[in-house]
């Protein structure tokens, strides 16, 4: 198991990768970070001993800001605070996706600025390399104050109250503390709205979600050029100098990519004397269309690049100005505005591809055995196969009306504007599991219609994928029972496998 260590450097998309892919790390922090949390907790100390009125240490939360509490009862104010918006629905969060909730929240208080004591983390650390991981309902935040709801859940498993996994079993929070000798955590002055006020659901879902849009940005790219060496298209409009004209980088790495998978193409050949005068949109504006969906995904790299490293806790207890001062850094409205964004691009994938299967088993427009089975009438081969790819496009374009513009008042009206991120973050992993079924379904109809022409010799990278496949899926002969085999071909795809195999055959490919 690789360590991770946390509090030196801003985290970044590459670290955190593995634990988006479902893969465990055991994090370490040193004495140095750990020290430096200690300016902030003095001045919560100091500022509860002189008995100041400071939002969030001595006052109540929201609407209830001006209403101070007694120093007598601040244990209380915080386990009250914890315990009273644990209010979320719905199923849990997916058990890796949990994981980076309480990695992310770790790494946000070792920023030395949430006022929380160095004990506090060193038990949240230990909490996690012993792969104690909340229960965390998915629905219940705005995205204003942080996750509030979900997060509140986190910091509540850890006193002892709701479920946790431990080691992947789901139990109840004090039975998972007492398999592991452990106490449930006690909160001082500050650290339960440190523990909930923050964007680590909504930071989250994007690590996980831009982590599987990545791999399918590349698969899409493989599996259409195993369309169109299926289709008989033409390379043309992969070229090089069309990508220079263009001028635009995205369009560049998908034609790259294709071209990639194209190499040693008797198909690529056949075209010298080609009379064919254009392909539909759906092979020759791949460069385009799937470029796009590549900048698209730039976009949302760059952005959550930055918010891995963003401080969004409240009200922030700053050892440098020597002030505790509130602001808005909690909003997740940047989070939200690139889920969506992420959401909607990854459409444009189900959408293209729905188009070329159509091409494919659509006789008229394919040139081969309807629905790409030997013996048409007796047999409907992939006919519905089709049917399924539409439903799931179609879906999808419900799913991505956008979350980010929505808003509704909170807190009487305190919290008045809201960013809906958890919402859009979990709407864009709705698409992506839509297109990623889409996209199965094109690789076995462009497997199954390249086998079709198969005394014509495909490009290394088609051949690459296509016999991966096969490993798991054989060619369609006579109809039979299809959904494992586009669950096999899903998982293949899913799991990074499709691109793995192309890649230790032609090289890397772009994202």
Sequence with gaps: MKNLTLGEKPLT????SPVAEGHRLKLRVSAKTYAQLKPSRQMVEDAVGRGEVVYGLTTGFGKLKNIAVSPKDLHDLQRNLVLSHCVGSGPDMPLHEARLVVLLRIASVLRGVSGVRPSLVRR???????????????????????????LSHMA?????????????????????????????????AKEGLALINGTEVMKSLAVCQVTRAMNLSRAADIIAATSLEALMGSPRPFGKRL????????????????????????VVKSHDDCDRVQDPYSLRCVPQ?????????????????????????????DPVTKEVFSAGLFHGQPLSMILDYLGLSVCTLANVSERRIEQ??????????????????????????????????????????????????????QEDHVSMGVTAGRKARTILDNTQRVLAIEWVCAVQAREFRSEIK??????????????????????????????AAEDLLASGALVAAVEKAVGSLSH
């Design 458 to 487: 495909a490009g290394k990278g088609v051949e690459a994928g296509a016999a991966l496949l096969r490993t798991k899926v054989k060619a369609l002969k006579d109809d039979r029972y299809l959904k494992p085999d586009l669950d």
């Design 243 to 266: 990508a220079e004209l263009k001028q635009n980088e995205g369009q560049d790495r998908t034609a790259a990519n294709v071209r990639r998978m194209l190499k040693g193409s008797q």
């Design 124 to 150: 949240l650390v230990e909490f996690f390399n012993s792969d104690l991981i909340p229960a965390i309902p998915q629905q219940g935040s705005v995205g204003a104050s942080g996750d509030l709801a979900p």
């Design 156 to 188: 509540a498993a850890w006193m002892g109250h709701g479920h946790v996994y431990l080691e992947g079993k789901r139990m109840g929070a004090r039975a998972g503390l007492r398999k592991l000798g452990l106490e449930p955590l006690v909160l001082e």
């Design 289 to 317: 269309i799937h470029g796009a969906v590549k900048t698209a995904l730039q976009h949302v790299v760059d952005v959550l690049s930055g918010e891995l490293g963003a401080v969004t806790d409240n009200p922030i207890v």
């Design 360 to 413: 494919m088993v659509n006789p008229d427009l394919s040139g081969l055995p309807a629905f790409l089975t030997p013996n048409p009438g007796l047999h409907s081969g992939l006919m519905i196969a089709q049917y399924a790819a539409a439903a799931l496009a179609s879906e999808n374009k419900v799913y991505a009306h956008p979350a980010s513009v929505d808003s509704v008042p909170t807190s009487a009206n």
């Design 13 to 16: 998309l590459a670290q955190l």
